[in-house]
């Protein structure tokens, strides 16, 4: 099977490479796995806690040249997207830009999931670190 | 009942009928197998349906010996592992893996719900830890380096996922015991349970059959 020119770029020349601190409270990180091959995709992001948007993203994919290609292409994506924009991308717009062949879906919906899991993880941190609001005496 | 391979009447070899591996050999759809049984079945049916035995026969049943025949050697194959059977059978009961994380997926971007990873979060933690050390290993192969320590480490870490790959194995005739009682009498509801139980642990186990083999592979070019 032929990788599409866009796979073997994001492949060659992956975008976003690296890791973020994972304690910091402005980081959300996902981590996913898709059974079906054994891969394994990290991606994270940094938010901005006024704006809400996600002003940096790393990820490190160990897996086949497509999954490594839909997480690169999924950082560029969220990069400048406040968190409820980047909530709306869809795996198939990854097989699209990526021409993904049906075999290989699982790796764009592998980095839909490791999007939303960041998120999560981040939102999970600002329910905690957000002062409780004091109940009237 | 065994699928009917030869007719009643004549004795002649039959077209396959479309039926289950199980069904061919007339076996319920258990996953304790007796492989003792089996073998003596899949012998006795392959020098039965054997085609050299068809060679002067109509040209139709020639055909069919060898469909039979074929059939034959796919059910037993499949039958005899007890991974290949658990993965078939999961098949029969309707379970498309890549279909249901899709679905799943699509339901979190509607509904804003967290999707239920099918791997557990340590299990992926281990993976990645470890991926990450192999890559670093690769990596000082390529540099000409050698770390006798962090081959040490991978090797332990390798031991323990083969541990983890066996028991996985143990774990999984646990959950055929309370799938083959289920047969018998069960509702519905209980055997999805058991048959969820049992896809889990397979992708589980599916992960750490990967990471042996990638393991396997990074320690043997670096030594």
Sequence with gaps: MAY???????????RNV??????????????VGAPECGDVMK?????????????????????????IASSSLATEWVKGKTVDEALQIKNTEIVKELSLPPVKIHCSVLAE???????HDWKKKQDVTKPVAVEAQ | MRASHFCSACGKVQPPVPVDYFSFFGFPRKLNVDTGLLEREFYELSRKLHPDLYARAESREQEWSMEQSSLLNDAYRTLKDPIKRTEYLLRLEGVELEE?????????????????????????????????QLEELRMQKKAGENDPMLI??????????EAKYEALLNELRGYWDQWDKLVDSGAEEDRRKVRDKMLDLLNRRNYVRNLVRDVTEALESST
Excluded: W
């Excluded at chain 1, 991606?43 to 999954?67: H, R, W």
């Design chain 1, 43 to 67: 991606l994270q992001i940094k938010v901005n806690p006024q704006t809400s948007v996600i002003e940096d993203a790393k990820f490190k994919t160990f897996g086949c040249g497509s999954a």
């Design chain 2, 152 to 161: 040490q480490e991978i090797g332990k870490q390798k031991m323990s996922l």
């Design chain 1, 4 to 14: 599409s020119d866009k796979v073997i770029d994001h492949y060659n020349n992956p």
């Design chain 1, 18 to 31: 690296g890791s973020m601190d994972k304690s910091s409270p402005e980081v959300g990180t996902g981590l």
């Design chain 1, 113 to 119: 999931d490791a999007i939303r899991a960041a998120i």
């Design chain 2, 100 to 132: 249901q994380s899709k679905a799943a997926t699509e339901k979190a971007r509607a509904t804003g719900e967290v999707k239920k990873q099918v791997v557990p979060p340590d299990l992926l933690e281990e993976v990645f830890e470890l991926n990450m």
